[in-house]
């Protein structure tokens, strides 16, 4: 990665901000812009200048951490660090990197931090080169490898992701819009319902497609996408 993470930390405890501070330095990668003990001002400098990822408290005087964040037209990445737990569902929607309790544990502060610098590195990536899939499950940023997908079932307003030899993984996210984030080599919507690994495909009998765990449906509306990956086996 050629360029530095920069980051900006807000938290109306200077104590909390010298400790941020401190952590931060273990990363080289990572350069602190700025830090601020007062959300207005915190939100000021983040309208005008470009910060790839913000450290911010939630309970503050004058804005909340949440209300800040959801002002901000463009965000950075986000990892909340508060002294309530009261708040991981509103982070979620949000789309926070991570959510951290006070006080701050190091070894909870640096699994934050390594996965704010992997998911940086991933956006990076060019498309083609993504072998990974990030989504948020159980309030946190969770990364999942391709190869390791065996299908991925529609639940209402979530999803469920099927791998292999792990339980699977629950998302807020709609299929549609999971199914834009795949590459159309490796995976196809076979069902309003599923999405399949073409790697992980066993038979395809009778609209019916075998997989190591399951035997999926194929709907009439998506034979066509079926039937076209199979004339290039």
Not at 29 to 45: K, P
Not at 176 to 185: F, M, V
Request: net charge negative; hydrophobic share 45%; proline share 4%.
């Amino acid at each position: 990665m050629a360029m530095k993470i920069n980051c900006v930390a807000i938290d109306d405890e200077p104590l909390a901000l010298i400790v941020i501070e401190k952590l931060i330095k273990k990363f080289p990668l990572l350069n602190m812009m700025a830090t601020f003990d007062d959300a207005i001002s915190g939100a000021e400098f983040l309208k005008q200048h470009q910060a790839d990822l913000l450290l911010i408290d939630i309970n503050m005087p004058d804005i909340s951490g949440l209300e800040l964040v959801s002002s901000l037209p463009e965000k950075p990445m986000i990892i909340f660090i508060t002294a309530h737990r009261d708040f991981a569902i509103e982070s979620h929607e949000l789309d926070a990197l991570d959510y951290l309790l006070k006080p701050i544990s190091e070894d909870r502060f640096d699994k934050a931090i390594s996965k704010a610098v992997e998911f940086y590195s991933y956006k990076l990536a060019k498309p083609e080169s993504e072998a990974v899939l990030f989504v948020r499950a159980e309030y946190q940023l969770v990364k999942i490898r391709l190869s390791d997908i065996e299908y991925i079932e529609s639940m209402e307003d979530y999803c469920k992701i099927h791998v292999v030899n792990a339980k699977p993984i629950m998302t807020l996210i709609a299929l549609k819009t999971l199914a834009e984030k795949l590459p159309l080599s490796k995976f196809r919507r076979i069902h309003r319902s599923y999405i399949v690994s073409l790697d992980k495909i066993k038979s395809v009998v009778n609209k019916k497609v075998k997989l190591a765990t399951a035997e999926l449906p194929v709907s009439n509306s998506y034979m066509s996408s079926i039937t076209e990956w199979m004339k290039t086996i």
